[in-house]
């Protein structure tokens, strides 16, 4: 197949390049590393591998567009990353800029191309819901009215308007990614080494999380499923309480977390997405488990043996 990954060399794009060329799949990452129209292929990746293409993520088509046409799938993972610095008026301004004005450009090369691609899969997050306490949530649920929640109905909208020219578009709202190599758990580890661990703020929010290697695979399942379009949820189907998630943590590094951890110490551990996890998310992968996706990591104890192998 013919793969291109926009943002396909940060925490979740890497991975996900990296598995569809070990199949033997083409791969073509967008990238800012490179300048644009410019292409470099990845040495050791092989053939067809990996190959960087230069593009400019400015709310218009540029030379790199054509890479689109007749391709298996365009997955968009561009954007600045929702979980460093505190947000700013600057820093809203780069985060909201970096998802829209990429996923217009997408949008803008599909709807040009001859042959559109055969599935659009664009990223989001479960933000869209904004603060939504301990109520149950799932893909048919309202938008919030945050920050957040406005900036990821409005990336969403963005890539909806591929749809018109035959692409299949999912959009994938994604929760807290859990890997131990990177993302935001090593940030939540790192006060455990300090024997200082403990539950962020009450302890009683609930955290919607998947396990990174289910998320590549549920990017890799959507493209090929034909009836999985729309939103739809990136995130295990059992939500934890904060607290949970802190035992877990704890476990992992045989430490106790008995120390609540006030909310500005989570401000300096994961930036303006405090807000988002102070408050709570309960949100369920209803189309996912409705349409047969099938989780390695369905619970928290075992994502965790899995990277921890307890």
């Not at 664009?122 to 306490?133: K, R, V």
């Not at 909208?157 to 190599?181: C, K, M, P, Q, Y």
């Not at 695979?217 to 379009?229: F, L």
Request: glycine fraction near 12%.
């Amino acid at each position: 197949m013919k793969i291109v990954i926009a943002g396909g060399s940060g925490f979740l794009g890497g991975p996900l390049a990296e598995v569809y060329a070990e199949e033997g799949h083409q791969v073509i990452v967008l990238t800012r590393s490179v300048p644009a129209g410019e292409s470099r292929h990845d040495p050791g990746t092989g053939v067809p591998g990996i190959t960087r293409l230069g593009w400019t993520a400015d709310g218009k088509i540029g030379p790199w567009a054509a890479i689109v046409e007749a391709a298996d799938a365009v997955i968009n993972l561009s954007g600045e990353a929702i979980d460093k610095g505190r947000w700013t008026p600057q820093r809203k301004a780069q985060l909201r800029d970096s998802r829209i004005l990429a996923t217009r450009s997408l949008t803008a090369s599909i709807l040009a191309a001859a042959v559109p691609p055969k599935v659009f899969v664009s990223g989001s997050a479960i933000g869209y819901y904004g603060d939504t306490g301990d109520r149950p949530i799932t893909e048919s649920s309202p938008p919030g009215h945050d920050f957040l929640a406005q900036l990821c109905e409005d990336w969403e909208g963005e890539a909806h308007r591929a749809g018109s020219s035959g692409a299949r578009v999912a959009l994938l709202r994604t929760g807290v990614v859990l890997d131990r190599s990177g993302g935001a758990l090593p940030r939540m580890m790192l006060p455990f080494k300090f024997f200082a661990g403990g539950p962020l703020g009450s302890g009683k929010q609930y955290v919607s999380w998947i396990q990174r290697l289910d998320w590549v695979e549920m990017v890799r399942w959507i493209v090929e499923t034909p009836d999985a379009s729309g939103p739809i949820n990136a995130t295990a189907p059992a939500p934890v309480t904060n607290k949970e998630l802190t035992r877990a943590i704890g476990r992992s590094m045989h430490r106790p977390g008995l120390l609540p951890v006030p909310p500005f110490a989570l401000k300096l551990a994961v930036g303006g997405l405090a807000e988002s996890i102070l408050g709570g998310q309960r949100v369920l992968p209803a189309r996912a488990l409705a349409l047969g996706y099938h989780f390695r990591y369905p619970d928290i104890d075992q994502a965790f043996r899995g990277m921890f192998g307890l």
